[in-house]
């Protein structure tokens, strides 16, 4: 436990989903944002102030290099559990692109969008678009990610997957899952 200044604007876009603990992020202009178990977490780029650790952070994060965002906000987004629940979540179309489920978006300031998917049992085709990579942590369910080359990965509750540029595949969700994540691209 303890504290910090963070002066210095960030040079990235840092995404954390806490496991555990407790903290507070203050805005350059006083705005506290307190954090605990199950918030994700976003400090867009641009972003300075203080950080507060109240108990130990245990949390899985990510950060994005991405030009500047013209008018883009600087203040930290936290994103409580609560918000992820089904009633909360968007759901997709017939159509989508995203396959099968609902989402919620947190951040998207067009170079980089942090949000949460959930997704019904069922198989889906899956891609990335050319110039766009994908991290996930998957918060509940079992689902498969087969590889355009055939090769699969089971993905569980406790996961943290990173799908590299452009990838393309199939998805497989055995049992409803969801997951946060960040796409940059």
Known sequence: A???????????????????????VTDADGTRSFMGPGDLVVLPKGW?????????????????DHPDVAGGGTGAVVGPYA?????????????????????????DNGHVRVGVWSYPPGSFPASLPAATTEAFHVLEGVFF?????????????GDTVLLPEGWTGHCDVIESAKKIGVIVG
């Not at 245990?58 to 950060?63: F, L, P």
């Open 83 to 107: 918000d992820f629940a089904p009633q909360h979540l968007a759901p997709h179309g017939d159509d989508d692109a995203r396959g099968p489920g609902s989402s919620r978006t947190l951040v």
């Open 48 to 64: 300075a102030g203080r950080w507060d650790v109240l108990t130990d952070l245990h949390k899985v994060w990510a950060t994005a």
């Open 2 to 24: 303890g504290g910090w200044p963070s002066p210095t604007p960030r040079a990235t876009t840092e995404v954390f989903y806490v496991f555990s603990g407790h903290g507070c």
């Open 145 to 157: 990610l087969t590889n355009a080359d055939g090769s699969a990965r089971r993905c569980v509750a």
